[in-house]
C-alpha cells in the first residue's frame, strides 16, 4: 500500500533511539524526508547520515525536549531546512516512574510539555499543510500505562494526561485538516531499551513479562513504527483523535 508520503516531511523528537529511530526510518522507507533531535549531536549526526542512506533528505539538531527554546529552535529549524512539516511525531520521554517532586517534573517538563511545545512550534506549518494537502498530522507517543495502575506513578499519569490533550487537538484543528492521534505501545524490547535491561538484568522478571502477553513476546521498535507511520499517513485521513494501542493483548481493557 503506498501511504502517500513520498516527498513530505515527518519531525521526530527523540528520533535516535529505539522506538523514535524506528518511526524516523520507516518514514524515510515510505520517501518522506525526515527531522531528528536528541540530545546527543553524535547520536543526531550518525541518524541523519542513516536516514539519507534510505535515499531521503535528513536533517537533525541536539534538542533539549524539557527547554522550551531549544525545543522550538528544532522545530522551525526542521521546517525551514526540510520546507515544512507535514507530520509531527511527539516521541521523547524521560521513561521515569516514580513519583518523587524530580520524577513528576521530569515527566511533565519532557512528555507533557515537550508535545504541548512542539505543537506550538510546528503548528503554522502543519496548518500550511493541511490547506495545501488536505491532510496534516500530530502524533503523540503514549504508552499503555496510561491505562493500567498498580501502583502510583509519574509515567502513567502523565502518558493518560497526553491522551486526553491529543483528543482536544484533534477536535479544535479537525475542520481545517489537521490531525491529532495516540499510539500506546506495550511492551517494546530492544537491546539498550527498558526491556532490553530487564532482560539482561532481570530475566526471571522478564520471564515473567513474556508469560502476560497472549503473543508469547514482546513488540520491535518498527511494528510500533509501522502502526504510527499508517496513522500519521493521508491512509489515515478520517482517523482523528483517537488512541491506538499497541501491546499484543497485554492489557485487559475493552475500548468501546
Not at 176 to 181: A, D, E, M, Q, Y
Request: glycine residues 10%; hydrophobic residues 45%.
Amino acid at each position: 500500500m503506498d501511504l502517500q508520503l513520498k516527498g513530505k516531511t515527518a519531525v521526530v523528537t527523540g528520533g535516535t533511539r529505539g522506538i523514535g529511530r524506528s518511526i524516523a526510518e520507516c518514514f524515510a522507507d515510505e520517501g518522506a524526508n525526515v527531522a531528528v533531535c536528541a540530545r546527543h549531536a553524535d547520536q543526531v549526526a550518525e541518524t541523519v547520515k542513516a536516514l539519507e542512506a534510505r535515499g531521503v533528505k535528513a536533517w537533525g539538531q541536539p534538542a533539549d525536549i524539557a527547554d522550551k527554546a531549544s525545543l522550538q529552535a528544532f522545530v522551525r529549524g526542521a521546517a525551514e531546512a526540510l520546507g515544512g512539516v507535514d507530520v509531527l511525531v511527539s516521541n521523547a520521554s524521560a521513561l521515569v516512574q516514580g513519583v518523587t517532586d524530580e520524577d513528576w517534573r521530569a515527566m511533565f517538563e519532557v512528555d507533557l510539555l515537550g508535545a504541548v511545545r512542539s505543537f506550538e512550534a510546528a503548528k503554522p506549518y502543519l496548518e500550511k499543510a493541511a490547506a495545501a494537502n488536505g491532510d496534516a498530522c500530530f502524533i503523540l507517543t503514549s504508552s499503555i500505562s496510561a491505562a493500567e495502575a498498580t501502583n502510583a506513578s509519574s509515567y502513567g499519569a502523565i502518558k493518560a494526561a497526553l491522551i486526553h490533550y491529543a483528543k482536544g487537538v484533534a477536535r479544535e484543528n479537525a475542520a481545517k485538516g489537521l490531525r491529532c492521534n495516540v499510539v500506546s505501545p506495550g511492551t517494546v524490547l530492544f537491546d539498550g531499551g527498558v526491556w532490553g535491561n530487564v532482560r539482561d538484568n532481570m530475566p526471571d522478571f522478564f520471564a515473567q513479562m513474556i508469560k502476560r502477553n497472549p503473543t508469547g513476546r514482546m513488540a520491535t521498535p518498527e511494528e510500533i513504527a509501522a502502526a504510527t507511520v499508517f496513522l500519521a499517513s493521508p491512509r489515515s485521513a478520517f482517523t482523528t483523535g483517537i488512541n491506538m494501542v499497541v501491546d499484543g493483548a497485554i492489557s485487559s481493557r475493552v475500548n468501546f
